[in-house]
C-alpha cells in the first residue's frame, strides 16, 4: 500500500509538471489553432536561465529559499519575453498564411533555440543546484514523498488556481475565451486580439518557466534536449485531455503522469514510454477528441 | 454621421465593393437592401475595420476610420452585430454581455444597462447563467443585439436580423430596433434580405447589385419603385 501511495504521488507530480507545460499548448492552441512547438525550449530556456541565476547568486551567498524564489521570477520573466517574441517573430506574420505556414515556423524555431542555448551553453549535462531544501519537519513522510516533490504538487495547484481564476473572472481572461470562441466576433465587440494572442504567450511560457525550475532543482541535471522531450509528453497530455481544453490539459498530464509512474513501479522503466504512448492511442480510438476535448464540426 | 467614399473592397482577388457611395445621418435607420452575394455584409465588414477597403475613404464623425483596428473602429462608437448572431457559444449570457461592454469602465452605467436589458428581454435575465450557445435563434438573436446595446455605440450596425427566426420572433425583434432608434437616438444601420420589411422599418434605403449601389431613395419611394418591386418585393 505504501508503495502504491509512494508510485501515486511521484505520478501526481510528475504530471503537475507536465501539466506547467501543456497549458502553454492548449491554450495557444485554443486561440490561434497552432501546435507550438518551440513551446518546450521556452521550457528548457526557463530552466537555463533559473541555473545562470542560481549561480550567481550563490557566489553572494545567499540562501537557498532566496535563491529559489529569485532564481524562478527571473525564469518567468525570461521565458514570458522569448514566449512573447517568438510568438511576434515567428507567427504573427504568418496569421492569413495558410496552416501548415506557422507550423513550419513553429518547427524551426524549435530547432533554433535548441541550437542557440547549445552554442551559448555546451552539448553535455550541466549540473543544477537542488534549489528546493529537504524540510526537517517532513523526514518522516519522505519515504513517500520527498519535500521537493511536495513543494512541486503545492507550487503547481496554487499556479492552477491563480490560472482558472484569471481565465475565469478577469478582464483578460474573458477576452482570451471569447477570442477563442470566435475570433471575428471578439474583435467586433472590441478586443485587441493581438494583444489577447501575446498575453496567451506570455502566460503560457511563465506557466513552463515554473516548471523548468522546479522539475530541474528535482532531477538536477538540464542540457539544451530537456525541452524536446518534455514538450513532446506535455504535448501528448494536452491531446490526451483534448486540446484547446485547458482543464483537459491538467487531467490529461494528470493522466499521463500516473500511467508512467505505475508503469516504471509495477513494471519497468523501459515501459513507461510504451504504456504513456499506447494510453494516448486508445484513447484517441475512443475519443478522438481527447478526454474533454469538443469535437468540432468544420464548416465546409 | 458615417460616410462612405468611393470604396472599393476585395476578398483575395474577388471585387467585392465597387465605388460604393453611402452617407448615414445621425438618429436614422437606412437600410441596405440586396440579393445573396450583392456585398451588403461585405459592406459591414468594411466599416468594422474586419475586411478593410482597398481604397476609398470611411468618415466617421468627420474622422478618415479606414485604417483603424477593429477594437478601435468599436472603441469610436461603431458596433455591429453580424450575421449569424456571433454569439460565444460557451460563455454564459451574462459574460456574453460583459463582452459586449468590453471596452467600457464606467462600471455603475453598465449595471444601469444591464437592468435596461433585462427590461427589454426578460427572457435573457431568466436565463444569465446559461452558457450562450443553448439558446434559442430568437434568444440568441436578443442576446447579440443586447451585447451590441451593452457598448452604448453611437451607430449600430444589423446584419440580417431576422435569418432564420419565427415570424412573431422577427416582428418582436424589430420593433426593438425602432424602440432602440426612438429611445437612445441610435442610427441605425441595417442590412436585410427581407425587403419588405426593412424598407417599411428604415427611413432611407440603398439597394446593392454585385458590389455596386444601384438606388437610393426614401423608403416610401423605393416601395413604390418599379424595379424595386419586381426584384426584391415580389410583387
Redesign the interface.
Known amino acids: 500500500m505504501e508503495y502504491f501511495l509512494e508510485l501515486f504521488l511521484g505520478g501526481l507530480t510528475r504530471g503537475s509538471i507536465y501539466a506547467l507545460i501543456a497549458l502553454g499548448y492548449t491554450m495557444v492552441y485554443g486561440i490561434i489553432e497552432l501546435i507550438n512547438f518551440a513551446h518546450g525550449e521556452i521550457y528548457m530556456i526557463g530552466a537555463f536561465t533559473a541555473l545562470i541565476v542560481a549561480s550567481v547568486l550563490t557566489l553572494f551567498g545567499l540562501n537557498q529559499i532566496a535563491i529559489l524564489v529569485l532564481a524562478s521570477i527571473t525564469a518567468v520573466i525570461y521565458s514570458a519575453a522569448y514566449g512573447f517574441t517568438v510568438e511576434k517573430i515567428a507567427y504573427k506574420p504568418l496569421r492569413h498564411a495558410q496552416r501548415l505556414s506557422p507550423l513550419i515556423s513553429a518547427i524551426g524555431m524549435s530547432i533554433f533555440l535548441q541550437n542557440y542555448v547549445l552554442l551559448a551553453q555546451t552539448s553535455d549535462f550541466l549540473p543544477f543546484p537542488s534549489l528546493i531544501p529537504d524540510f526537517e519537519f517532513w523526514e518522516a513522510y519522505s519515504h513517500i514523498i520527498g519535500s521537493a516533490e511536495l513543494v512541486i504538487l503545492i507550487t503547481t495547484t496554487i499556479v492552477m488556481i491563480l490560472l482558472t481564476f484569471l481565465i475565469k473572472f478577469t ?1 483578460i481572461g ?2 482570451m ?2 477570442t477563442a ?2 475570433r ?10 493581438n494583444q489577447v494572442i501575446s498575453m496567451t504567450f506570455i502566460i503560457g511560457s511563465a506557466l513552463a518557466a515554473v516548471g523548468g525550475v522546479l522539475i530541474a532543482s528535482h532531477i538536477g541535471m538540464i542540457n539544451f534536449y530537456i525541452g524536446f522531450i518534455a514538450g513532446i509528453k506535455a504535448f501528448t497530455a494536452a491531446v490526451l485531455g483534448g486540446i484547446g481544453s485547458i482543464p483537459g490539459a491538467v487531467l490529461g498530464s494528470l493522466v499521463l503522469g500516473l500511467t508512467e509512474s505505475f508503469a516504471t513501479g509495477y513494471v519497468s522503466s523501459d515501459y513507461e514510454d510504451v504504456f504513456a504512448f499506447a494510453l494516448l492511442v486508445l484513447i484517441l480510438i475512443f475519443r478522438p477528441a481527447g478526454i474533454l476535448g469538443r469535437s468540432t464540426t468544420q464548416k465546409v | 454621421m458615417l460616410k462612405l467614399k468611393n470604396i472599393n473592397t476585395f476578398y483575395g482577388n474577388i471585387h467585392a465593393l465597387k465605388d460604393v457611395d453611402i452617407e448615414v445621418t445621425e438618429g436614422e435607420i437606412i437600410t441596405l437592401i440586396g440579393a445573396n452575394g450583392a456585398g451588403k455584409t461585405t459592406t459591414l465588414m468594411s466599416i ?3 475586411v478593410p477597403p482597398r481604397s476609398g475613404e470611411i468618415l466617421f464623425m468627420d474622422k478618415a476610420i479606414n485604417h483603424f ?3 478601435t473602429i ?2 469610436l462608437g461603431i ?2 452585430v ?1 450575421e449569424g448572431r ?1 454569439i ?4 454564459t449570457v451574462m ?1 456574453n454581455l ?3 461592454a ?2 467600457r469602465t464606467d462600471k455603475d452605467n453598465i449595471k444601469k444597462d444591464l437592468e435596461h436589458i433585462f427590461d427589454l428581454f426578460p427572457i435573457l435575465a431568466q436565463r444569465r447563467h446559461q452558457p450562450g450557445g443553448t439558446l434559442s435563434g430568437g434568444e440568441q438573436q436578443m442576446l447579440a443585439i443586447s ?1 451590441a446595446l451593452m ?1 452604448r455605440p453611437k451607430l449600430l450596425l444589423l446584419d440580417e436580423p431576422s435569418l432564420g427566426l419565427a415570424p412573431l420572433v422577427v416582428r418582436q425583434i424589430f420593433e426593438i430596433i425602432e424602440k432602440i432608434n426612438n429611445e437612445s437616438n441610435t442610427t441605425i444601420f441595417l442590412v436585410e434580405q427581407n425587403a419588405n420589411l426593412a424598407l417599411k422599418t428604415a427611413h432611407r434605403g440603398y439597394v446593392m447589385e454585385n458590389g455596386r449601389i444601384m438606388l437610393t431613395d426614401a423608403t416610401e419611394n423605393l416601395l413604390l419603385d418599379e424595379n424595386v418591386k419586381k426584384a426584391y418585393l415580389g410583387m
Open positions: 478582464k474573458k477576452a475565451r471569447a470562441q470566435d471575428n466576433m471578439a474583435m467586433l465587440v472590441g478586443v485587441n486580439v | 468594422s475595420g474586419i483596428r477593429p477594437d468599436v472603441a458596433c455591429q453580424p456571433h460565444f457559444p460557451y460563455l459574460e460583459d463582452m459586449g468590453f471596452l451585447r457598448a
